[in-house]
């Protein structure tokens, strides 16, 4: 299938926070068992160009497909099926879009411009690495993972010539930020989490992901210690030894909800063995986890949620001009498909025009030398090999 045909059979079907409420995202938000029970219907129903993204807030079927209205009654059906939602409900908070529109929307969403949080790396090299695993498993041939590779081109353009993946409009971005500001490089920071707390459990997931150096993570909750997921080249200690952990760490992330379990004592005592290296604190927990007499103190630097949130607040503007940027970017190279496309079309039809005259007059010459020649019949047998020859070109040139 060329890419023209690929445009022209483009359904995108999902539910994201354009479409339908939090509420439902919540509840059509897979397990690991459900999102394989998906991936088997999908496989047995014989759609071959797929893509299925499933992450927090969305899930979205890609496919190539003659009948969008099939589809969507098939990824309806299914999710009624797995989540036990009434059809009307699934049907009311859905989405699809067709050819151009859904081209359009592939690049908005695989740059993130259409996600919740727009310049979440995190979310753009997770579709990488949704499309790449696909990819492996043969999900899709050539015409749909064309339209998807110019995506994430593009996207890597738009993270080398604009900013929208340097503006953090997250308050985990805010805090990866300020902690490039204090330590410089992560690689080598060691990070302490302390749950069970939402904040902490982000910030132990994005940290791991982008491999901001070393991780420890302990928590008085004896669930959530076994429920964190984390690497081997990461660890887990016992909330008893937190006081001794703190002396090594350069980053502490609490999460605890405990109020005021990280005292100014505490500190003190970590500090005295750390030769003047800065520490790097964000409070979590509302109330707060730590004293706010640590603050105070040499080479502490201490963040709550509020300081996060207002960083997040002062850069909208920034991050405005980075998303017109990226969308300029988006456009031409949109563009420059369906010009690419048009400008083939039109060197087709004119190559065809050009056959069939230089065809008339190949024809015109046979019979004219057909009429003062003695053997008619081999110069005609000439030209059925001369024509034979040419629809051989034309059917190459046309695969």
């Given at each position: 299938?060329n890419l023209?045909?690929?445009?022209?059979?483009?359904?995108?079907?999902?539910?994201n926070h354009?479409?339908?409420s939090?509420?439902?995202?919540?509840?059509i938000?897979?397990?690991?068992s459900?999102?394989?029970?998906?991936?088997?219907?999908?496989?047995?129903?014989?759609?071959?160009?797929?893509l299925?993204?499933?992450?927090?807030?969305r899930?979205?079927?890609?496919?190539?497909?003659?009948s969008?209205?099939?589809?969507?009654?098939?990824?309806?059906?299914?999710?009624?099926?797995?989540?036990g939602l009434s059809?009307?409900?699934?049907?009311?908070?859905?989405?699809?879009?067709?050819?151009?529109?859904?081209?359009?929307?592939?690049?908005?969403?695989?740059?993130?411009?259409?996600?919740?949080?727009?310049g979440?790396?995190?979310?753009?090299?997770?579709?990488k690495?949704?499309?790449?695993?696909?990819k492996?498993?043969?999900?899709?041939?050539?015409?749909?993972?064309?339209i998807?590779?110019?995506a994430?081109?593009?996207t890597?353009?738009?993270?080398?010539?604009t900013?929208l993946?340097?503006?953090?409009?997250s308050?985990?971005?805010?805090?990866?930020?300020?902690?490039k500001?204090?330590?410089?490089d992560?690689?080598g920071c060691?990070s302490l989490?302390i749950?069970?707390?939402?904040m902490?459990?982000?910030?132990v997931?994005?940290?791991q992901?982008?491999?901001?150096?070393?991780?420890?993570?302990?928590?008085?909750?004896a669930r959530?210690?076994?429920?964190?997921?984390i690497?081997?080249?990461?660890?887990?200690?016992?909330f008893d030894?937190?006081?001794?952990?703190l002396?090594?760490?350069?980053?502490?992330?609490?999460?605890?909800?405990?109020?005021?379990i990280?005292?100014?004592?505490?500190?003190?005592?970590?500090?005295s063995?750390?030769?003047?290296?800065?520490?790097?604190i964000?409070?979590?927990?509302?109330?707060?986890?730590?004293?706010?007499?640590v603050?105070?103190?040499?080479?502490?630097?201490?963040?709550?949620?509020?300081?996060?949130?207002?960083?997040?607040i002062?850069?909208?503007?920034?991050?405005?001009i980075a998303?017109?940027e990226?969308?300029r970017?988006?456009?031409?190279?949109?563009?420059?498909i369906l010009t690419?496309?048009d400008?083939n079309?039109?060197?087709?039809?004119?190559q065809e025009?050009?056959?069939?005259?230089?065809?008339?007059k190949?024809?015109?010459?046979?019979l004219?030398?057909?009429?003062?020649?003695?053997?008619?019949?081999?110069i005609i047998?000439?030209?059925?090999?001369?024509?034979?020859?040419?629809n051989?070109?034309k059917?190459e040139?046309?695969?």
């Amino acid at each position: 299938m060329n890419l023209k045909d690929s445009i022209s059979h483009l359904v995108v079907i999902g539910a994201n926070h354009r479409s339908s409420s939090l509420k439902f995202r919540e509840r059509i938000t897979l397990s690991g068992s459900e999102l394989r029970i998906l991936l088997k219907k999908i496989e047995l129903s014989g759609i071959k160009n797929h893509l299925l993204i499933s992450e927090d807030d969305r899930i979205e079927f890609i496919c190539l497909h003659h009948s969008p209205k099939y589809i969507f009654n098939f990824i309806s059906s299914s999710l009624v099926e797995i989540t036990g939602l009434s059809t009307k409900e699934v049907v009311k908070n859905l989405f699809i879009l067709e050819k151009k529109k859904a081209l359009h929307h592939i690049f908005y969403l695989t740059s993130t411009i259409d996600n919740l949080i727009s310049g979440d790396f995190q979310f753009f090299l997770s579709i990488k690495n949704t499309f790449l695993k696909a990819k492996k498993l043969h999900s899709f041939d050539s015409s749909l993972g064309k339209i998807i590779e110019r995506a994430i081109i593009t996207t890597d353009v738009i993270q080398k010539k604009t900013k929208l993946f340097e503006i953090p409009m997250s308050i985990v971005r805010a805090a990866e930020q300020i902690a490039k500001e204090i330590h410089g490089d992560l690689s080598g920071c060691i990070s302490l989490f302390i749950g069970p707390g939402k904040m902490a459990e982000m910030l132990v997931r994005h940290f791991q992901d982008l491999n901001l150096g070393k991780i420890i993570v302990t928590s008085a909750s004896a669930r959530w210690m076994e429920k964190i997921s984390i690497s081997s080249a990461n660890k887990k200690i016992p909330f008893d030894n937190l006081e001794q952990a703190l002396a090594k760490v350069d980053i502490l992330i609490t999460g605890a909800g405990n109020e005021r379990i990280i005292t100014e004592e505490i500190i003190k005592s970590a500090l005295s063995g750390r030769k003047a290296k800065p520490l790097f604190i964000i409070d979590g927990s509302v109330p707060g986890d730590v004293e706010v007499g640590v603050s105070r103190l040499e080479d502490v630097f201490l963040y709550d949620l509020n300081d996060l949130e207002q960083i997040v607040i002062d850069n909208r503007f920034e991050n405005n001009i980075a998303i017109g940027e990226a969308k300029r970017l988006i456009e031409e190279e949109i563009s420059l498909i369906l010009t690419d496309i048009d400008k083939n079309n039109s060197l087709s039809k004119d190559q065809e025009q050009f056959d069939d005259l230089d065809l008339e007059k190949s024809k015109r010459d046979v019979l004219r030398r057909a009429k003062v020649n003695a053997k008619p019949v081999a110069i005609i047998n000439d030209f059925i090999k001369e024509l034979k020859k040419r629809n051989l070109i034309k059917k190459e040139r046309n695969n």
